[in-house]
């Protein structure tokens, strides 16, 4: 089906184009692609199973297969890229290579170029990025500063949202690791858990805000003053040396040693007593036995 004006014929075996100049003459070897919108999947030639809805939607799409755009925009720079969807105008619209990318929120993965595997939900989301793969941001502004970070997942609105580079990191709540950058491998919970990190590495913040640059380090709650935690009584921490037994059981062990040697002196100080040859006994005191 055609509708509108200025549109060449379709001489594609199956397809659907509607708007000005939304199929060009070069899409002869494409098949099953829908395009909805002036410009949408304009310059597609053998690129195939594609739907676009929205002006310059897949625009410059040449060969990449199975992706959907819908806004205006949508997946605009895409050329090979495949197995994209993108529900929002301007999202992943400098997309090119990178493949089975969803944005969902305007400008979503907005600058995403080679990137594999993220999801963006919320305007904003992974804005930033550019070669990073298997990110997931869930929420307005989350990794919006990220540009090549992998493996990092945000939820919460502006979770993440200074990661540059960091990989591995795990923030669940709004503003959590906000100032992070090149840190990687944090697990922030909570709403501004690990904000204050920058370039830590392998820390863990729970409803803590947590220090610029720690590193190996856990922190629990902020102004809480009692703890109680279940479970944990026969369990032995230890370290490479370390017995496993508490201060106080060292303390009372030493205190156990020194009492049986005072004792041992006290006896041999008033004698101590031992069988003869004849079978008779007799005292001798400690300094008498050695004379």
């Known amino acids: 089906m055609l509708t509108g004006s200025c549109l060449c014929s379709n001489s ?12 060009l003459p070069g899409a002869f070897f494409s098949f099953f692609n ?10 597609n030639t053998t690129g195939t199973e594609n739907t676009a809805n929205g002006t310059a939607a897949l625009e410059f799409n040449s060969t990449g297969d199975r992706k959907t755009a819908t806004g205006a925009f949508a997946l605009f720079s895409n050329t090979t890229g495949g197995s994209n ?16 990318n969803t944005a969902n929120g305007f400008q979503a ?3 995403n170029t080679v990137g594999d595997s993220n999801a963006a939900t919320g305007n904003n989301a992974l804005v930033s990025n550019t070669e990073g793969g298997f990110n997931t941001a869930t929420g307005d502004s989350a990794l919006h500063n990220n540009t090549t970070g992998s493996s990092n997942t945000a939820n919460g609105a502006s979770a993440l949202t200074g990661n540059t580079t960091g990989n591995n990191s795990t923030g669940a709540g709004v503003n959590t690791l906000f100032h992070n950058t090149t840190g990687s491998n944090n697990i ?29 380090t856990i922190r629990i709650g902020d102004s809480q003053t009692k703890t109680f935690i279940a ?4 369990v032995t921490t230890s370290k490479a ?12 062990l030493v205190l156990v040693r020194f009492i049986h040697v005072a004792r041992c002196v006290v006896n041999a100080n008033h004698g101590l007593r031992f069988a003869s040859s004849n079978g008779m006994t007799r005292s001798t005191s400690l300094v008498e036995s050695r004379m």
């Open 12 to 23: 594609t075996p199956s397809g659907t184009w509607v708007g000005q100049e939304a199929f």
């Open 34 to 43: 829908t395009a909805v919108g002036a410009g949408a999947l304009d310059l």
């Open 85 to 100: 969807t993108v529900n929002e105008s301007q999202a992943l619209v400098n997309n090119t290579t990178g493949n089975q």
């Open 109 to 111: 993965l907005l600058s």
């Open 188 to 216: 922030a919970l909570g709403v501004s858990a690990g904000e204050n990190r920058t370039t830590g590495n392998n820390n863990i913040d729970i409803v803590n805000e947590g220090v610029a640059a720690d590193a190996h």
């Open 231 to 234: 479970g944990i009584r026969e």
């Open 241 to 252: 040396g370390d017995t496993g037994r508490s201060p106080l059981f060292e303390v009372a």
